[in-house]
């Protein structure tokens, strides 16, 4: 069955960089768009990022573009989240999420979720 | 930006039906995803492209999409449907994901 791990999370001082990974399983990961999406400590889910196939688009939210990067690597069914310069409010949990169909532009939304690793942005 | 809007909260009795609505501008020529969320636990896509349930949601869950208003309907409500649950929409004049704030849905 689908499975999406992540790893990588933990307590960071603001300014910092850390880098997230989410690992797949049960599909051919290839040929899925995979997202990235945060949910801060009782608040609601919010997107981050999503990256086609093949890594040809990549779209990111306004709250993260050009501190935040999403990468990832088909020979080894992994995804990764660059995260630069981070702030108190990235602080979150964050899943990456695999999309309903094969090939989409972006624009599929995600149906296969992991449990989620948690970032702490603290001094 | 395009906004999405919930309700904060709803609430139902068993074997009612509940009513989840998220609205947004035109929303009706957008497909709209909605997702169910419990505590501790991962978000659970319920229906997506307005009105498909995925695999292994029960028939009780549908959705429809109009005008500025899209809804997600519980037939038949049961205690296990209490969670918080959220839609979410493609925003392709920013080529954006947009989330609302989410609902949380109260079984009596």
């Known amino acids: 069955q689908v499975q999406l791990v992540e790893s990588g999370g933990g307590v960071v001082q603001p300014g910092r960089s850390l880098r997230l990974s989410c690992a797949a399983s049960?599909?051919?990961?290839?040929?899925?768009?995979i997202h990235w999406v945060r949910q801060a400590p009782g608040k609601g889910l919010e997107w981050v990022a999503v990256i086609t196939h093949d890594g040809s688009k990549k779209y990111y939210a306004d709250s993260v573009k050009g501190r935040f990067s999403i990468s990832r690597d088909n020979l080894k069914n992994t995804l990764y989240l660059q995260m630069n310069s981070l702030r108190a409010e990235d602080t979150a949990v964050y899943y990456c999420a695999k999309d309903t169909s094969t090939y989409c532009r972006g624009d599929c939304p995600p149906i296969n979720w992991g449990q989620g690793t948690r970032v702490t942005v603290s001094s | 930006s395009y906004v999405l809007t919930q309700p904060p909260s709803v609430s139902v009795a068993p074997g009612q039906t509940a009513t989840i609505t998220c609205g947004g501008n035109?929303?009706?020529?957008?497909?709209v995803h909605w997702y169910q969320q419990k505590p501790g636990q991962a978000p659970v896509l319920v229906v997506y492209d307005k009105s498909v349930r995925p695999s292994g949601i029960p028939e009780r869950f549908s959705g429809s999409n109009s005008g500025n208003t899209a809804t997600l309907t519980i037939s038949w409500v049961e205690a296990g449907d209490e969670a918080d649950y959220y839609c979410q929409v493609w925003d392709s004049s920013s080529d954006h994901w947009v989330f609302g704030g989410g609902t949380k849905l109260t079984v009596l």
């Open positions: 035109n929303i009706g020529s957008k497909n």
């Open positions: 049960g599909f051919t990961f290839r040929s899925y768009g």
